[in-house]
């Protein structure tokens, strides 16, 4: 059937074909044969295992790579890009996955950068700009202000920018690379209403996403590749579920793990204990008189918005809080806070934080070294450890984790980013903690990896472990958790139990 708006014509001749497109990086191949198309007023979803070619065949399609072999055309006519310039000038636009940013500059300098609205004399028109940026951050539900630095604001805050900054450039084709992956519910629903617009106007839009829900609410067909190759193209209505998706990317039939009813221990004692906790910030607190317990092996949840304080709350706890702290803090076996983050990983707290790359991982060391940095002092020996015996005891580790490797010299730079995932949460698993803190703990990993990531924490808490996860995705929670709490504008909007958990429910308590 032919998408609203758009003419037979239209819709048999693509906005961006590739044909036959082949890439290799050292020898080793990204894309073998692929081909892919995007029609006018339709959302073409692209989905795929960490690693499989999702992002190398839309860095081909905006110039940002030149395949080794293959081609591209642009409304039936052969092009050749060598630059992402090239490529907007085709009037495709890229959304990446990795944020790209000048943290210095504000966020309306940051969407212009580059392409600067002058006056007629030639010098920044700051108010035209000003005022189309609110426009723009407006449709996506951008909460400051547009004269903010962006360095200080959230992961999720700086992923809309990057969406902001692809839509001014009014482009014919939207390249989407897991452009909700640090985004909430609420705000994710936001931008599927406004890919519904755009595609309404007969926009192409390419979906690269993890979350196979919105793939299915959004998409009009699905492509699947796996190991650089293409496996399928289909409508979406031919895919009959999300676990039949799942087992084409990864090539064997995929079976979900979730936290089973009653699997707390009700006899456990309480291992984290909250009251009153507010973290002042320099004009009102970020977290206002919040309380809440968690018992010992607990998968305990914290849901909310973007802003609502859920990794204020975990920074809090492993005392790296960058806030006035006032209420009480009684963590583990001590029953007491934590000045520096020595102290907590001392007394047996570990943090998953929400940006790997910046806070989680030396993205220029090895994958020994990662898993080993905070489990140095544990090797007998240590400063002057044998390397094998620490070679030993990562190769395991990975083993446990199912990080797929080559060598522990590789560059943990060069992993997928599900791979890089299960490194960080692998290595504090290594130190044996009490208390597992994880921020957004699937940000960005495929469905398989995320099986994997849930089957470990899950183990590690009947064992056990008392684990604190803060998400943006409701779904994860909902497989998780024991508990939910939920934070609107930092504050308690409820807490549930597992047979009370709700989306409804919890998406209005996180609601203003």
């Not at 690269?208 to 067909?221: G, K, N, P, Q």
Request: overall charge negative; charged content about 20%; hydrophobic content about 45%.
């Amino acid at each position: 059937m032919a998408s609203p708006g758009i003419s037979p014509q239209q819709e048999s001749t693509p906005l961006v074909a590739a044909a036959h497109l082949s890439m290799a990086f050292s020898g080793s191949a990204a894309l073998t044969d692929v081909d892919f198309d995007i029609l006018a007023g339709e959302v073409h979803a692209l989905v795929g295992e960490n690693g499989a070619g999702k992002s190398t065949l839309m860095k081909i399609l905006g110039g940002l790579l030149v395949p080794d072999t293959g081609t591209i055309s642009v409304t039936g006519a052969p092009v050749t890009f060598s630059s992402s310039a090239d490529g907007m000038a085709a009037g495709i636009a890229l959304i990446h996955q990795e944020l790209n940013l000048v943290d210095s500059l504000s966020v309306v300098d940051n969407l212009f950068l580059g392409k600067e609205i002058t006056t007629r004399f030639g010098f920044p028109d700051h108010s035209a700009m000003r005022a189309k940026a609110r426009d723009v951050l407006a449709h996506l539900g951008f909460r400051p202000s547009p004269d903010a630095l962006v360095g200080p604001l959230r992961i999720g805050e700086k992923q809309l920018i990057e969406i902001g900054k692809a839509l001014l450039a009014d482009a014919q084709v939207l390249i989407m690379d897991e452009p909700t992956s640090a985004l909430s519910d609420t705000e994710t629903q936001a931008l599927a209403g406004l890919v519904r617009a755009l595609r309404a106007r007969g926009m192409g839009i390419v979906l690269i996403s993890h979350r196979l829900r919105e793939v299915f609410d959004l998409a009009d067909r699905v492509t699947v590749l796996r190991d650089g190759r293409h496996i399928v193209t289909l409508p979406i209505g031919r895919v009959e579920s999300a676990v039949q998706l799942v087992s084409m990317m990864i090539g064997k039939n995929f079976v979900a793990t979730h936290r089973g009813e009653g699997e707390l221990r009700a006899a456990a004692e309480t291992i984290i204990t909250i009251r009153n906790l507010t973290l002042h910030g320099e004009h009102r607190p970020v977290v206002n008189n919040v309380s809440f317990a968690v018992c010992q092996g607990e998968v305990f949840g914290l849901s909310g918005l973007l802003g609502a304080g859920k990794t204020e709350i975990l920074e809090a706890l492993f005392g790296v809080s960058a806030y006035r702290v006032e209420g009480d803090i009684e963590i583990g076996i001590a029953r007491r806070p934590f000045a520096t983050p020595a102290a907590a990983v001392e007394a047996g707290l570990a943090f998953v934080t929400e940006d790997r790359k910046k806070d989680g991982l030396l993205l220029d060391q090895s994958v020994e070294a990662n898993f080993m940095l905070p489990n140095l002092a544990d090797i007998a020996g240590f400063p002057f450890y044998r390397r094998r015996a620490a070679a030993r005891r990562v190769t395991a580790q990975a083993k446990a984790s199912n990080v797929k490797y080559r060598s522990v010299e590789q560059s943990v730079a060069t992993l997928s980013g599900g791979n890089q995932q299960k490194l960080i949460i692998g290595k504090w698993l290594m130190t044996h903690p009490a208390i597992l803190l994880l921020d957004e703990p699937t940000r960005g990993v495929d469905v398989a990896a995320k099986g994997e990531i849930y089957s470990q924490v899950l183990q590690a808490a009947r064992d056990g472990l008392t684990v604190v996860v803060a998400s943006s995705e409701i779904d994860e929670l909902m497989l998780l958790c024991d508990r939910i709490l939920v934070l609107c504008e930092g504050r308690v909007a409820g807490v549930l139990d597992r047979p009370a958990f709700s989306a409804a429910q919890l998406v209005k308590l996180a609601s203003p």
